[in-house]
C-alpha cells in the first residue's frame, strides 16, 4: 500500500500507478492528430460532449489569446439565481423549494430587485434541473418588462436550450434571449460547471489558464473563439470563451455570450465591461451575479419555517397531513443520497 503522510488509510498501489499513467498522458502525451496528407498536428482541439452530439472547436493556439482590459461603463447589469432545496423527500418525488433572485445594478447603486419562492413536485433528478431552469428564466422575463438596456443579463448556468427540455421550456429559453436583446441587454451565462474539454482528455480552462500563465503571467486574460460559429448546434444559444477577470484572482471562467449580440459586437470588448463588474473584496467574478447568488441561498432554519408553512396551506387542499406522514418514512440520509442539497 501506498500511506500519505499523516494519513492512516492508504491506497492501492496498483491504483496509484494506473492514476499517474492517465494522468500523465492526459498532461504531456498528447494524442498527435493526423490530417489527410500525413502532417501531424500537436495543437489540442476544444471538445464539447451534449446530448449525443461531439462538437470539435478550433485548435488551441495563443495567437486567440488576449489581455482583458476592465472597461468603465455604467450600463444596466441583471443577473438572475436560484437556489433549490429539497423540502419534502416522498421516495420517488420530492417537494422541492427554489427560492429565486433578480438584482439589477447600473454602476454600483442597486436599482431593482426581485425575490419569490417557488415550489414543485419532481420525480427525477433531470426534471428537478430544467425546473430549476425555468424558475430562474421566468424571473428574468418578468424582470425584462421593468428593465432596459444597454447592459447585460447574467445567468449563472450556459446559455443552452437544452434538446431533452419540453419544447415549452425550450421556448421560454429562446424568449428570453429575444426579450433581453430587444431591451439593449446582452445574455451572458457563467456556469459553475463546464463539460469542455480537449480532445487530450484535459480541461479545457485549465489548459488556456496554463498557457496565459507561461505567456501573459498573472494578467487578466480572455481565449476567444473556441469554436467556429457554424459548428455550433442550434440549441447552444452563447459561444463560449475562456476568461480570467482578474490578475487578483486564480478563477478562470467559461463565459457564453450570446451569438446574436456576438454578430454586432466584440468579444473582447463585451468582456471587458464584465470585468469591470468586480468588487474589490472579491475579484475575479461579477458582483451583480455573486449578489444574487448568496441572496438566494436557503438556510436550514428557514427550510423548517417553510416546511411547516406549506403543510399548513396544503391542509386547505386535504393533502398536508398526508405530505407530512409520508416524508416522515424517509430519514435525511436518504434525502441526501437520493437528492442532495440541489438538483
Request: glycine share 8%.
Amino acid at each position: 500500500m501506498v500511506y500519505g503522510r499523516g494519513v492512516s488509510v492508504g491506497f492501492e498501489r496498483a491504483d496509484v500507478e494506473i492514476l499517474a499513467e492517465k494522468l500523465r498522458r492526459v498532461f504531456e502525451g498528447r494524442r498527435p492528430q493526423v490530417t489527410l496528407d500525413g502532417a501531424v498536428v500537436a495543437k489540442p482541439v476544444p471538445v464539447l460532449n451534449l446530448f449525443g452530439r461531439t462538437v470539435l472547436g478550433v485548435p488551441v493556439d495563443h495567437s486567440k489569446l488576449r489581455v482583458l482590459e476592465p472597461l468603465p461603463h455604467k450600463k444596466l447589469c441583471a443577473a438572475v439565481d436560484a437556489s433549490a432545496k429539497v423540502l419534502f423527500n416522498l421516495g420517488s418525488a420530492a417537494v422541492l423549494e427554489s427560492r429565486v433572485v433578480v438584482v439589477a445594478y447600473r454602476g454600483a447603486k442597486r436599482v431593482s430587485e426581485r425575490v419569490a419562492k417557488r415550489v414543485a413536485l419532481v420525480a427525477s433528478k433531470f426534471e428537478a434541473a430544467e425546473w430549476l431552469a425555468r424558475v430562474e428564466y421566468e424571473a428574468a422575463l418578468k424582470a425584462l418588462a421593468e428593465l432596459a438596456g444597454p447592459g447585460y443579463l447574467l445567468l449563472d448556468r450556459s446559455l443552452t436550450a437544452a434538446p431533452l427540455y419540453r419544447p415549452s421550456t425550450r421556448e421560454l429559453i429562446a424568449k428570453v434571449e429575444r426579450r433581453a436583446l430587444a431591451a439593449g441587454l446582452v445574455p451572458v451565462g457563467v456556469p459553475k460547471r463546464t463539460r469542455l474539454a480537449l480532445d487530450t482528455g484535459e480541461g479545457a480552462l485549465s489548459y488556456i489558464a496554463r498557457m496565459a500563465r507561461k505567456l501573459l503571467g498573472p494578467s487578466a486574460f480572455y481565449y476567444y473563439p473556441l469554436f467556429r460559429e457554424e459548428s455550433l448546434p442550434p440549441f447552444m444559444l452563447g459561444s463560449p470563451a475562456v476568461a480570467k477577470l482578474s490578475e487578483l484572482s486564480e478563477n478562470v471562467l467559461r463565459v457564453d455570450v450570446s451569438r446574436r449580440a456576438l454578430a454586432r459586437a466584440e468579444c473582447g470588448d463585451l468582456l471587458g465591461e464584465l470585468a469591470f463588474l468586480q468588487d474589490p473584496s472579491s475579484p475575479g467574478y461579477p458582483y451583480p451575479l455573486k449578489a444574487a447568488h448568496e441572496e438566494s441561498r436557503l438556510g436550514g432554519s428557514e427550510l423548517e419555517v417553510d416546511r411547516a408553512v406549506l403543510a399548513e396551506l396544503l391542509r386547505d387542499w386535504g393533502v398536508g397531513d398526508l405530505l407530512l406522514a409520508s416524508s416522515a418514512a424517509y430519514s435525511s440520509f436518504k434525502e441526501k443520497s437520493l437528492w442532495g442539497d440541489a438538483p
